[in-house]
């Protein structure tokens, strides 16, 4: 799809978590909530230059 909003960026987060991380196989739990800020932390400095 042409045009869109060049601020907004997809970060695929296929694997990120494992059975270990979530409650009910579907929603992360807090270890889970730590992966996922550990993982998406560099990726969102590195888009906005930190």
């Known amino acids: 799809m042409a045009?869109?909003?060049a601020r907004v960026?997809?970060?695929e987060?296929?694997?990120w978590l494992g059975p270990?991380?979530?409650t009910g196989?579907?929603?992360p739990d807090d270890r889970g909530h730590r992966?996922?800020?550990?993982r998406l932390t560099p990726v969102i400095?590195?888009?906005i230059g930190s």
């Open 9 to 11: 960026s997809f970060v």
């Open 35 to 38: 992966v996922m800020a550990d």
């Open 45 to 47: 400095a590195a888009r």
């Open 3 to 5: 045009g869109g909003d």
């Open 25 to 27: 196989s579907v929603h």
């Open 13 to 15: 987060t296929t694997g």
């Open 20 to 22: 270990g991380d979530l």
